[in-house]
């Protein structure tokens, strides 16, 4: 039709009818009703509304049918364009209301308002309907149509719409496919809109086509989805369905052989005996169990979580021994020496027997318990490497008849590793601190840190901080573990710590602790350690019976001075281990016969010739202070106590300069050492008779030998003053004196610290004179009487007197030497 057509309009709220589409008309509304009479009204022999006389009633069969204007309102205004619609049927629903079936047909723009033919020109608007010419189509239009066909196919197909598969199999036009989108769910009234305003039919098929193809591409993965969603219900049901048999079987058996169910959590925590805030987390613990699906994750992290509380020790703790002289007998069975450690595991052991005892006369048996609860120790042995600091923690557990745990915290950089992992993280554990309680299987072990000096930190935090709450008696009763989430007693355990180093432990944690020193071992303690302990283990590695090889008294004092020189006992140990394995290869090669004896004089065939010989021992021409120039000094290092020696030398007047050279990798403090000590000597050098006119027109070198190993301390000045008065005066310095002390610029020798593993280092080395502080007096308190007994110990208040000490007498007046 291409003339003008007077139709009546009904606006379309909400949606957009485009041509082809069949659409139902609820005629309750007063609007709809009135248009389709008044379109009823203008066709001859049309179809009548129920209950409603039609224009010309007759039996004959209609001969056309009404058509009304159906337009979308667009923001309280109608769409310049539309479609009309043909009345298809008329009839009643099943709720005895009137509805109409409606077809679009045909575009059309609305022109200019006609005057109604009838009398409803108050309820019924009538428009002059344009007809919308579409363009021709041609071959691209014709393969959009195949491909958006095939589209509503594959979605008809998908959704189950058989009964309009057959009537969209049979559309040519391009034209009637393009508007098949009008029927797609998917569309919002905007794209429908778009659609109906798009002539060319191309363009439609093209917006079509993106739509339906994004749309079934959504359906297939949602189709997707729902698939693998139901296969997993499916599979999920099917083990539920087994677990419960399953259950069922177990729970049968475990009636038929008495055996009780392990994963009955609510029956082992009721049973288990926990203090009443562990009970009470683990309960809350076992509800959230219970409401948790078999197969979530979170169940295996709640059973882990129970599993470790359980296995903790929470009420059981073993009786200490009171027999302290038992006590003591057992440390001094398993360790020669150490009796400040031994002394303090006795004080210790005392005062909770005095505890107990007074609380047990106040307050009963049941009481005793408590007493004891915030008395923690904790001690802190430092010492260098092999005095045995490890090996007396399992010493002071047996002594006080507790369990011993060590804890290695060499290398730990995690806080995680003290504190736990936190339950949100696979594969959380508790932190070593509750592990090491839980392998102790009671609340008041041993527990020894190992090498607390040696923690880390970095971005995983700092473990050391960690270690502040665990190590202070006034706050570990109430440890909390990161993976336990509950308040864990601590104030019962016994912890022990050892380092080699003070240096490099924080200040609030060497706070918390009670030091005690471990200095090394004496001549004659490392024979007995050699001759009761380290022998029968190493006699036992061997393959040796007991008696088969006799090491002598003599021989392991050599060992000890001349084949090994160290505050532990390690290398001796290493060295016995090397004189058995010799004797068992001349035993095997029939060289020698068991028993043997070895004795001093036959370890250099067994070691070969002795590695560290006293300087007291050697010819003149090789000492170290055969030559002016050369002093011995006492230092501390990481291994212990040790000699040092300091050389000094002049420049020749041709070389020029007259300034100080320091090497042997000095630090800052000693370097100020051998500034002072040149100082002192340029300024008070006349009063001592030394002729500094040299040390002010020549250049002074100062070295300490062992360049590559570094050296720092205030400890080493009066040996580069003795040094350098040495070499100014030509004296010899004493090849059996040492010293140690501090210098000032008014020759004042200032007190050190380390005299204890200083003389032990002196007499190591076959020293006879220990030049020390006067200041340092009181400390030889601490230094074992069998070492004062052999070295003469010289407390000096001034240089002048430590020159007089040191120096050897002079052959020729000073002025002649110089």
């Not at 009633?57 to 009304?68: Q, Y």
């Not at 310049?80 to 005895?96: D, N």
Request: hydrophobic share 40%.
């Amino acid at each position: 039709m291409s003339q003008p057509q007077v139709l009546p309009v009904l606006p379309v709220d909400d949606d957009v009818v485009l041509p082809g589409m069949i659409v139902p008309l609820d005629l309750g509304d007063t609007e709809s009703r009135a248009v389709i009479e008044a379109a009823q009204a203008r066709v001859p022999n049309g179809i009548s509304l129920p209950g409603i006389r039609s224009a010309q009633p007759s039996a004959a069969a209609n001969t056309s049918k009404a058509e009304v204007l159906l337009v979308p309102r667009v923001e309280d205004d109608l769409a310049e364009l539309g479609t009309v619609a043909t009345v298809e049927r008329i009839g009643r629903m099943p709720g005895g209301g009137s509805a109409a079936v409606l077809r679009g047909s045909r575009r059309v723009f609305l022109g200019e308002r006609a005057d109604s033919p009838a009398k409803d020109a108050d309820q019924v608007q009538w428009v002059h309907a344009e007809p919308a010419i579409e363009p021709p189509s041609g071959e691209r239009e014709r393969e959009l149509a195949a491909e958006f066909k095939a589209v509503v196919v594959s979605l008809l197909q998908q959704r189950g719409g058989w009964q309009m598969l057959d009537a969209v199999q049979q559309l040519d036009d391009p034209s009637a496919i393009a508007d098949l989108a009008g029927n797609a769910p998917y569309l919002s009234v905007e794209q429908k809109l778009e659609l109906l305003r798009t002539l060319d039919v191309g363009a439609r098929l093209e917006q079509a086509l993106e739509t339906g193809r994004a749309y079934l591409a959504e359906l297939r993965v949602t189709d997707t989805i729902r698939k693998d969603v139901e296969q997993d219900m499916e599979k999920q049901q099917k083990e539920f369905l087994l677990r419960r048999q399953l259950d069922a079987i177990r729970k049968e058996l475990g009636e038929l052989d008495g055996s009780e169910d392990k994963d009955d959590y609510r029956a082992r925590v009721e049973a288990a005996d926990l203090p009443e805030h562990v009970r009470k987390a683990a309960l809350a613990e076992v509800d959230k169990l219970e409401r948790t699906s078999e197969q979530s994750p979170e169940g295996g992290w709640i059973r882990t979580w129970l599993d470790t509380v359980l296995d903790i020790p929470w009420t059981k703790r073993t009786t200490d021994v009171h027999d302290i002289a038992g006590a003591r007998a057992v440390l001094d069975a398993d360790h020669a020496g150490l009796d400040d450690v031994k002394e303090r595991i006795i004080e210790y052991l005392a005062v909770r027997q005095r505890r107990a005892a007074s609380t047990v006369d106040t307050v009963g048996e049941a009481e005793v318990d408590r007493a004891g609860r915030r008395a923690g120790a904790v001690l802190a042995l430092a010492g260098p490497p092999g005095v045995g600091k490890t090996s007396l923690g399992e010493s002071v557990a047996k002594a006080m008849g507790r369990e011993f745990v060590r804890v290695a915290l060499g290398g730990i950089r995690d806080e995680a590793e003290i504190r736990g992992h936190r339950r949100t993280y696979v594969g959380a554990l508790p932190g070593r601190i509750v592990r090491a309680i839980k392998e102790a299987g009671s609340m008041n072990p041993v527990v020894l840190l190992d090498e607390v000096d040696k923690v880390g930190a970095d971005y995983r935090g700092d473990p050391t901080a960690a270690l502040l709450e665990v190590l202070d008696p006034e706050q570990n009763h109430t440890f909390r573990d990161h993976y336990l989430e509950v308040e864990l007693d601590l104030s019962d355990v016994v912890f022990l710590a050892t380092a080699n180093a003070l240096e490099t432990i924080p200040g609030p944690l060497l706070d918390r602790m009670e030091l005690v020193t471990l200095d090394g071992y004496t001549e004659h303690e490392k024979v007995t350690i050699g001759r009761d302990h380290l022998l029968p283990r190493e006699l036992e590695r061997a393959g040796f019976a007991e008696g088969d090889v006799t090491v002598t008294d003599a021989a392991l004092s050599r060992i000890a001075a001349e084949y090994t020189r160290e505050a532990g006992v390690r290398d001796l140990n290493r060295t016995l281990a090397k004189v058995l394995r010799k004797v068992a290869t001349e035993v095997a090669l029939d060289k020698v016969a068991l028993p043997l004896v070895v004795g001093d004089a036959e370890l250099e065939s067994y070691l070969g010739r002795p590695r560290h010989v006293p300087e007291s021992s050697l010819p003149v021409n090789v000492q170290r202070t055969s030559i002016p120039g050369v002093a011995t000094g006492l230092a501390v290092t990481g291994a212990g106590g040790d000699v040092l020696y300091v050389e000094a030398s002049l420049a020749d007047n041709e070389s020029g300069g007259s300034g100080l050279t320091l090497t042997g990798q000095l630090g800052d403090v000693m370097k100020e050492s051998a500034r002072i000590a040149l100082s002192y000597l340029r300024s008070r050098g006349a009063e001592l008779e030394l002729p500094v006119g040299d040390l002010r027109n020549r250049g002074v070198h100062v070295h300490v030998p062992a360049g590559a190993v570094p050296k720092d301390g205030p400890s080493a000045g009066v040996t580069m003053t003795t040094a350098l008065a040495s070499l100014l005066t030509g004296r010899l310095v004493k090849a059996d004196v040492a010293m140690t002390g501090e210098v000032s610029l008014t020759g004042r020798v200032l007190p050190i610290g380390g005299v204890k593993q200083k003389l032990l280092a002196a007499h190591r080395a076959g020293m006879r004179t220990v030049v020390i502080p006067q200041r340092n007096e009181p400390d030889l308190d601490d230094v074992p009487s069998e070492i004062l007994s052999q070295l003469d110990v010289r407390p000096v208040s001034n240089v002048r007197q430590v020159l007089e000490l040191a120096l050897e007498p002079a052959s020729a007046p000073i002025a002649s030497a110089a």
